[in-house]
């Protein structure tokens, strides 16, 4: 949870600070997803500490958001129990597969659709996947038992 935490209050910063938000990865879902894959047991509450916090800050679509972040940690339990995916390339590549899901249902919501459009979310999934790898492979460093023991 204090990954997820951590995650959290980061994309809250950069969020204020960045001037795009299409080249912020979305650092909460990527937190989210490195905590499930983690502990697929305990999905529920780093799954509501996201979508709440996510709702506390999102201007537009509140509940929609809220319900696709459970939505979205429930599906990353589902695959980390069918699969393993302690790598980190796994991790990435699901929550790049969840931004573009959960970006993507935004979009089709409002019924914004354009080429360019299209290109600044792939880029958003892309951005955010490898901002879980690179959480996902700091967390493993961290849980690894260390050599100088």
Do not use: Y
């Amino acid at each position: 949870m204090r990954l997820l935490l951590s995650c959290l209050f980061l994309h809250w910063a950069l969020a204020n600070l960045w001037p795009a938000p299409w080249w912020l990865p979305d650092l909460t879902l990527a937190g989210l997803v490195v905590a499930i894959v983690n502990a697929p047991h305990r999905w529920a509450a780093p799954s509501l500490a996201a979508a709440a916090a996510t709702a506390v800050w999102t201007v537009r679509d509140t509940g929609l958001i809220f319900l696709s972040l459970l939505a979205g940690g429930w599906t990353v339990r589902v695959c980390a129990e069918q699969w393993d995916l302690s790598d980190p390339r796994a991790k990435a590549v699901l929550a790049a597969a969840a931004a573009a899901v959960l970006q993507g249902v935004v979009l089709w919501r409002h019924g914004w659709w354009s080429w360019p459009l299209a290109g600044m979310w792939l880029m958003h999934a892309g951005v955010t996947g490898a901002a879980a790898g690179i959480i996902g492979s700091l967390a493993a460093d961290r849980r690894a038992p260390s050599p100088l023991v």
